[in-house]
Each structure stands twice: as C-alpha cells, then as structure tokens.
C-alpha cells in the first residue's frame, strides 16, 4: 500500500513538472508569434550603381555616367534612411502622447 501512495505521488510530480514545462512553451510560443518578419533591406530596391554600360561599377577607367549613377544611388539611399528615422521619430511622438 505505501508503494502505490508514493508511485501516485511520483505521477503527480511528474504532471505538474510536465505541465509547468509545458506553459513555459506556451509562453516561449506566443512570444515567438510576436516577432515581426524581417525588413527589407534598402540596397534591394534602390537604384543601380553604375551606368547602362557599366550596372556594377566595374570599370577601370573613369565614366562620367557611372559617377552620376552613383551619387543618384547614394542620393536615394540616404533619403530613404532618413524617411525611415523620421517615421520613427513621428511613431515615438504618437507613443508618448498623454491622450
């Protein structure tokens, strides 16, 4: 008889053990679902580095074209950066706001 009462005990121990494991998961789960996808990166749409001729810059004389592609690639590069600080920037004042 004291066998059985202490092989209950062993089987309520391990539920519980199994069921506090099993809401840590549950918890670990939810966070998980949370998670936003990641972001696209900028270089993927932004617009080519070199000219027509030249699409990857790879060119060891130097093209006046290429240097116009250039700079509109960092041009627009740099505006879509900053679009994104200002945007977080607004978000965080919409956060804060007291109504």
């Not at 004291?2 to 966070?31: I, L, T």
Request: aromatic share 8%; glycine share 8%; proline share 8%.
């Amino acid at each position: 008889m004291a066998m059985g009462g202490a092989g209950e005990r062993a089987r309520e121990r391990v539920q519980a053990e199994g069921a506090e494991r099993a809401s840590r998961w549950a918890e670990w789960a939810a966070e998980q679902e949370g998670v936003a996808p990641p972001e696209r990166p900028l270089l993927l749409d932004a617009p080519p580095i070199g000219c027509p001729e030249h699409p990857h810059n790879r060119f060891t004389l130097d093209c006046g074209a290429c240097g116009t592609a250039r700079r509109r690639h960092d041009l627009w590069l740099t505006e879509q950066r900053y679009a994104k600080k200002v945007e977080r920037y607004e978000q965080s004042l919409s956060d804060t706001e007291p109504w």
